[in-house]
């Protein structure tokens, strides 16, 4: 190039609505794996206000359904764990190949791994935006917060279980954060508020009566003879979610939700009772 070339940007729709009445910050030439070059253009906008209401959306999050909301809403994980497992057997045996198989079956299944590269994180990253979405248009309908689980750690807790080989594969590609952090900015550009709450004891705790019950798989029973409320775990919790993060919303120094006296009887197993006795022990949120 012999000086400065002005090239015609090919932009579609979409971006061209974006770009429209905004004044563009910086830019930044790439080039991709395709080898064709994508500029980055970089805008500044405002935030609208966040929603201040007391009407909050739990969402639990999880392996076998990706999220559940206590509206009701449900995505279940089987598909992902499909691709997953899918892209998992491909993986090894194309790797197999190219390090013990012929000259050209070498080659061939470098090829194959490179194209497949990144084909699953995209899949993942595709349905964590679908979920994310719907997630705050409903919030933005129902004028709505949306309280979360705060996993933060959970991969280190979970790994020091012994687990097959299979099973540790599947926590560590279990992509939650990204959905927390998709949720986030997208709270942010449509103005509902996201918070984060603890998630100790929700899925265990019953949201009718907030004692201790049995959870078993993924069905929940209530031990208090006067709710025997039974159902979806995660439903479950993320009603309990939805119940925390309203008292942070309205006692932003914590909350006391979700307080009940555990006591250990002759087994050794946690039960609830209704008033306090000697050698309990109280769970509270803050």
Same mark, same amino acid.
């Given at each position: 190039?012999n000086?400065?070339?002005?090239?015609?940007?090919d *932009?579609?729709?979409y971006q061209?609505?974006? !770009?429209k009445g905004r004044k563009?910050?910086?830019a930044q030439?790439?080039?991709?794996?395709d080898?064709n070059y994508?500029i980055?253009?970089q805008i500044?906008?405002?935030a609208?206000t966040?929603?201040k209401?007391?009407n +909050?959306?739990? +969402?639990d999050?999880?392996?076998?359904d990706?999220a559940?909301t206590s509206n009701g809403?449900?995505? $279940?994980?089987?598909?992902?764990?499909?691709?997953r497992?899918?892209f998992?057997?491909?993986?090894?045996?194309?790797?197999k190949?190219a390090?013990?198989g012929?000259?050209s079956?070498?080659r061939? =299944?470098r090829q194959? !791994?490179?194209r497949?590269?990144?084909k699953e994180r995209r899949f993942?990253?595709?349905l964590?935006?679908? %979920?994310?979405?719907s997630?705050?248009?409903s919030?933005?309908k129902?004028?709505a917060v949306?309280a979360i689980?705060?996993?933060?750690?959970?991969?280190?807790?979970?790994?020091? !279980?012994?687990?097959s080989?299979?099973?540790?594969?599947r926590?560590?590609?279990?992509s939650?954060y990204?959905?927390?952090s998709?949720?986030e900015?997208k709270?942010?550009q449509?103005?509902v508020?996201?918070? =984060?709450?603890?998630p *100790?004891w929700?899925?265990q705790?019953?949201?009718?009566?907030?004692?201790?019950?049995?959870r078993? $798989?993924k069905r929940f029973?209530? %031990?208090n003879e006067?709710?025997?409320?039974?159902?979806?775990a995660?439903?479950n919790?993320s009603?309990? %979610?939805a119940a925390?993060?309203?008292?942070?919303?309205?006692?932003?120094?914590?909350?006391?939700c !979700?307080?009940?006296?555990l006591?250990v009887?002759?087994s050794?197993?946690?039960? =609830?009772?209704?008033?306090p006795?000697?050698?309990?022990?109280?769970?509270v949120?803050?």
């Amino acid at each position: 190039m012999n000086g400065r070339e002005h090239i015609k940007i090919d *932009a579609g729709n979409y971006q061209r609505g974006k !770009l429209k009445g905004r004044k563009p910050t910086s830019a930044q030439l790439c080039k991709h794996r395709d080898g064709n070059y994508y500029i980055h253009i970089q805008i500044k906008d405002s935030a609208p206000t966040p929603i201040k209401s007391n009407n +909050v959306i739990g +969402v639990d999050f999880g392996r076998r359904d990706i999220a559940v909301t206590s509206n009701g809403d449900k995505w $279940d994980g089987k598909q992902i764990n499909d691709v997953r497992d899918k892209f998992s057997r491909v993986r090894a045996s194309l790797q197999k190949k190219a390090t013990k198989g012929t000259r050209s079956t070498r080659r061939r =299944a470098r090829q194959i !791994l490179k194209r497949l590269s990144g084909k699953e994180r995209r899949f993942q990253q595709w349905l964590n935006h679908n %979920i994310s979405k719907s997630i705050i248009q409903s919030a933005l309908k129902n004028h709505a917060v949306v309280a979360i689980e705060d996993l933060t750690g959970i991969r280190e807790r979970t790994l020091q !279980l012994p687990r097959s080989k299979t099973e540790r594969r599947r926590s560590n590609s279990w992509s939650f954060y990204q959905l927390r952090s998709f949720l986030e900015y997208k709270g942010i550009q449509f103005g509902v508020e996201v918070i =984060a709450v603890p998630p *100790a004891w929700t899925s265990q705790t019953c949201h009718q009566c907030l004692h201790i019950g049995l959870r078993s $798989d993924k069905r929940f029973k209530c %031990i208090n003879e006067a709710c025997s409320w039974s159902g979806d775990a995660d439903f479950n919790g993320s009603k309990n %979610i939805a119940a925390i993060g309203v008292n942070l919303v309205n006692s932003p120094r914590g909350s006391n939700c !979700l307080c009940c006296v555990l006591s250990v009887d002759s087994s050794g197993l946690l039960k =609830a009772h209704t008033v306090p006795d000697r050698g309990s022990v109280w769970v509270v949120y803050f």
